[in-house]
């Protein structure tokens, strides 16, 4: 019996694993330990998050180079096959590569990060979480009209920041410019129509003017770009059946359709209180000359 436990007490294989057990143990249990004590501390939800993922991976990667050093002396005879084996196992992984490279340009090159609004992939949502391969987003838009959640939850390999344009509808500027058309018909009070539509357009959408434009400064100091006009602005076009006004304005990512709801609803009542001076405009077909008719009646 005795003989039996010194024999297992001995052994070098047991001794490695004992060791790599303890060691990973501890490894993970110094990493849960920061991240209550000084993780927890990190002001901000997207810099804890980033914290809190960075020290996961470095978990992980002190347990590979842990295990690594315990059975250093065993992997000697592996490295030749490993170098053959390398190019193949390169290119059957090659995807998942290309996705732990772009999950660290999103990390690293201020891609996106959790709850931004972006479209990759041809698909538009709020990014949820960024794994090493994918990213989960909860998507917006599809059978449902306007920029409101479907409820379907959409993995995407993170490789597409390399093959598709990242749209971010919340990064540095998180405004939109957005705008609505007004078919008016011919003999309205047109300096009226712009008066109202104007006033409506500072009323509902003017309180963001301000701050965009501070934004949009912050874009010029940090890149090239022209000034650009953040207050509402009414433009006119007639065409053949009507005349048109476009009112344009800036509006938070979030609210395009409630914005444009209650724009609409304002510009109703504006109209409609004109007494008749601003007529909304529609389709109409006029009949100019009746054909002829042939008409056989069998008797």
Same mark, same amino acid.
């Given at each position: 019996?005795?003989?039996?436990?010194?024999?297992?007490?001995?052994?070098?294989?047991?001794?490695?694993?004992?060791?790599?057990?303890?060691?990973?143990?501890?490894?993970?249990?110094?990493?849960?330990?920061?991240?209550?004590?000084?993780?927890?501390?990190?002001?901000?939800?997207?810099?804890?998050?980033?914290?809190?993922?960075?020290?996961?991976?470095?978990?992980?990667?002190?347990?590979?180079?842990?295990?690594?050093?315990?059975?250093?002396?065993?992997?000697?005879?592996?490295? $030749?096959?490993? #170098?053959?084996?390398?190019?193949?196992?390169?290119?059957? +992984?090659? !995807?998942?590569? *290309?996705?732990? &490279? @772009?999950?660290?340009?999103?990390?690293?090159?201020?891609?996106?990060?959790?709850?931004?609004?972006?479209?990759?992939?041809?698909?538009?949502?709020?990014?949820?979480?960024?794994?090493?391969?994918?990213?989960?987003?909860?998507?917006?838009?599809?059978?449902?009209?306007?920029?409101?959640?479907?409820?379907?939850?959409?993995?995407?390999?993170?490789?597409?920041?390399?093959?598709?344009?990242?749209?971010?509808?919340?990064?540095?500027?998180?405004?939109?410019?957005?705008?609505?058309?007004?078919? $008016?018909?011919? #003999?309205?009070?047109?300096?009226?129509?712009?008066?109202? +539509?104007? !006033?409506?357009? *500072?009323?509902? &959408? @003017?309180?963001?003017?301000?701050?965009?434009?501070?934004?949009?400064?912050?874009?010029?100091?940090?890149?090239?770009?022209?000034?650009?006009?953040?207050?509402?602005?009414?433009?006119?076009?007639?065409?053949?059946?009507?005349?048109?006004?476009?009112?344009?304005?800036?509006?938070?990512?979030?609210?395009?359709?409630?914005?444009?709801?209650?724009?609409?609803?304002?510009?109703?009542?504006?109209?409609?209180?004109?007494?008749?001076?601003?007529?909304?405009?529609?389709?109409?077909?006029?009949? $100019?000359?009746?054909?002829?008719?042939?008409?056989?009646?069998?008797?």
């Amino acid at each position: 019996m005795d003989d039996t436990i010194q024999k297992y007490l001995y052994d070098p294989t047991i001794g490695k694993v004992s060791t790599i057990v303890i060691g990973i143990a501890v490894i993970w249990l110094l990493i849960r330990v920061i991240q209550r004590n000084l993780l927890s501390k990190i002001q901000g939800n997207d810099n804890h998050y980033r914290a809190k993922k960075f020290s996961n991976y470095t978990g992980y990667f002190l347990t590979i180079v842990l295990i690594t050093i315990v059975f250093s002396d065993k992997l000697g005879g592996f490295t $030749v096959a490993l #170098g053959v084996a390398g190019a193949g196992i390169a290119f059957a +992984l090659q !995807e998942v590569i *290309a996705s732990f &490279a @772009g999950w660290l340009a999103i990390m690293f090159g201020d891609f996106y990060k959790t709850g931004d609004r972006v479209q990759l992939g041809g698909i538009k949502g709020d990014v949820m979480d960024i794994g090493v391969l994918r990213t989960t987003i909860m998507e917006t838009g599809q059978w449902v009209d306007g920029d409101l959640y479907n409820g379907r939850i959409v993995l995407i390999a993170n490789s597409y920041v390399f093959k598709e344009p990242v749209f971010n509808y919340s990064g540095d500027f998180p405004f939109l410019w957005d705008e609505i058309k007004i078919p $008016v018909s011919y #003999g309205s009070d047109y300096d009226l129509a712009r008066k109202l +539509l104007l !006033e409506i357009g *500072a009323k509902v &959408a @003017g309180d963001l003017t301000q701050q965009s434009k501070e934004k949009w400064a912050q874009l010029q100091n940090k890149f090239r770009l022209e000034d650009a006009q953040t207050d509402p602005m009414v433009s006119l076009i007639a065409n053949d059946n009507w005349v048109e006004f476009t009112l344009r304005y800036v509006v938070s990512y979030k609210k395009r359709r409630a914005t444009k709801t209650e724009l609409f609803t304002h510009i109703l009542k504006a109209f409609e209180g004109s007494n008749g001076a601003i007529k909304f405009a529609s389709a109409t077909f006029q009949l $100019v000359e009746a054909p002829d008719f042939n008409v056989n009646i069998k008797k």
